[in-house]
């Protein structure tokens, strides 16, 4: 007979974030081993259907977090699926996944959590930077979840570095490291790109910088936005994609130039990548950006911030560049040089698609999850 996993997540399809992605990846090579429960928002759009997974859809609350609108609290739901739960599996810390924490200790079930952000830095950078509460909010949500993260039996962290930042906040569950993944035979390079671009509605002539991701005031946009007009007193020939939905105000700001595209919703972001020729991760906050590595995937060469474990497989002039958070201009300057410097530009890529393929799989990141269950069950 199965065991029963029941997951509880504030993210999941058909809204596309890193979250989502995991769990669509992930959830299809464990649900022969298990009988799988998923908790989750109930988003707006299309809804994918998982074969054999029990999904329990929770209202939104209708708050504004930045671009995100949480569930609605439904302590009765939650206490009865952990109650008839082997295992709870919590991918973050928010109206479900806070009351099937504390259920699961309740109930004595086997707790594991996937850490996929440093939520005291996620929630406190999502706000206003003249938001009078970013520090008070910084504070009560560090000091809640290092209290919840000691409840687990085990963390999965997807980097040394996390695993690191959480013995130093006194964080004493154990913690194994478990690399996420991307799916390579998806995310591979164009084989003739101006093509791509025309399927797409871009001019195949142009050269497109690009970014995909949640439209955040986390992730910086301005910056890139800033380090785009520097360059178009240069470059007539040059376009700025974004790909992804988010705050309303910070887009229409986007949107509000020339050779500016912000394409809200694409259930395949592999040709809008595709079509890029330079990638841009310009983020004050991430655990592994899972957006950089399909890039990377497809051969991008992909300038970033420094953040999270970026900089455990981003090598700086090797398989990508690293720029400064918050410095427009000199992110400004790294794009020019890869637009000039075209056979670098192609050697970035080409290294970058080689880091993914030997590391970060999906099949690698299953199969270390199931092993951690087993262990768990056992």
């Known amino acids: 007979m199965k065991k029963r996993l029941l997951i509880a997540t504030e993210n999941f399809l058909p809204r596309w974030d890193g979250i989502a992605r995991f769990l669509s990846e992930v959830i299809p090579r464990l649900c022969n081993e298990y009988e799988i429960t998923v908790i989750a928002p109930d988003f707006s759009g299309e809804t994918k259907d998982f074969e054999n997974i029990n999904i329990i859809r929770i209202p939104l609350s209708g708050m504004k977090l930045g671009d995100y609108s949480p569930a609605k609290i439904r302590l009765g739901i939650i206490h009865r699926e952990v109650k008839k739960a082997d295992i709870v599996w919590t991918q973050t810390i928010g109206p479900i996944g ?75 569950t154990k913690k194994k490291i478990v690399y996420l993944g991307t799916n390579t035979t998806k995310f591979i390079p164009p084989k003739d790109k101006k093509e791509v671009k025309e399927k797409i509605g871009i001019n195949p002539n142009k050269t497109v910088i690009g970014f995909t991701g949640r439209i955040g005031l986390e992730k910086n946009l301005i910056t890139l936005y800033r380090a785009f007009l520097r360059l178009r007193r240069t470059y007539d020939d040059i376009m700025l994609l974004i790909v992804g939905k988010g705050v309303h105000k910070l887009r229409i700001i986007l949107e509000s130039k ?63 560049i690293f720029f400064k958070k918050k410095d427009s201009y000199g992110l400004s300057k790294k794009i020019d040089m890869l637009l000039k410097d075209k056979s670098k530009a192609l050697s970035l890529g080409e290294n970058a698609r080689k880091t993914i393929l030997t590391f970060y799989n999906w099949g690698n990141t299953a199969e270390e999850i199931n092993k951690v269950l087993k262990e768990l069950i056992s």
């Open 258 to 320: 020339k050779d500016i595209i912000v394409v809200e919703y694409a259930e395949n972001i592999v040709p809008y990548l595709q079509a890029m020729d330079v990638y841009v991760m310009p983020s004050l906050t991430e655990t592994s950006s899972l957006s950089t590595m399909e890039a990377m995937s497809c051969a991008l060469p992909v300038i970033s911030t420094k953040v999270g474990s970026i900089k455990e497989y981003i090598k700086n002039n090797q398989n990508g």
């Open 98 to 172: 806070v009351p099937a924490i504390i259920f699961a200790r309740l109930y004595k079930k086997r707790l594991l959590g996937y850490v996929h952000s440093i939520e005291w830095e996620l929630f406190s950078s999502s706000l206003s930077y003249k938001n009078p509460f970013r520090h008070v909010v910084y504070s009560i949500t560090k000091i809640t979840a290092i209290m919840l993260y000691n409840q687990f039996d085990l963390l999965l962290v997807p980097s040394l570095e996390v695993a690191e930042l959480f013995n130093w906040h006194n964080i004493k």
